[in-house]
């Protein structure tokens, strides 16, 4: 698609376009490709504190112990997970004619990563609760 096309036409073409579960794949790994990169980039400027010594490393770490990033950091791995579960889908469906079976492993990659998801959230947040009870009782 051309950069002449005004924003209203592109977005005409993505309504249009027809979304079936190999789309919604192919889309959804792109935005997790580009989460994925963005937290590289954060992850690479948040370890940049380590240069101004250990009291603003720890004042920084502290910021990312609050439950709001608790609660992106469980996002993260969502998007990872999907990443690397589409990821696997999609080789075998180049390489193992998993083409038969796209729509099953589609759907594979969404319930296996929900169990991971919700698994995840367990151990992180009893994990950090059980932490946060046992800093208060000391």
């Known amino acids: ?70 609660f992106l950091e469980w996002f993260l791995f969502a998007f990872l997970l999907f990443h690397a579960l589409n990821g696997i889908r999609i080789v075998l469906v180049d390489l193992a004619e998993g083409a038969r079976y796209h729509k099953k492993l589609y759907y594979a990659v969404i319930i296996i990563g929900l169990i991971l998801f919700f698994g995840m959230g ?8 059980l932490h946060a009870v046992a800093a208060v009782k000391q």
């Open 1 to 70: 698609m051309s950069s002449n096309y005004p924003a209203s036409s592109w977005a005409k073409v993505l309504l249009a376009y027809h979304k079936f579960s190999g789309s919604w794949a192919w889309v959804l790994h792109r935005i997790t490709g580009l989460v994925l990169t963005g937290y590289i980039m954060l992850h690479i400027f948040a370890l940049m504190s380590l240069q101004k010594g250990k009291e603003a490393f720890d004042s920084e770490m502290l910021l990312f112990r609050t439950p709001l990033f608790l």
């Open 122 to 129: 367990y151990i992180m947040f009893t994990q950090d609760t």
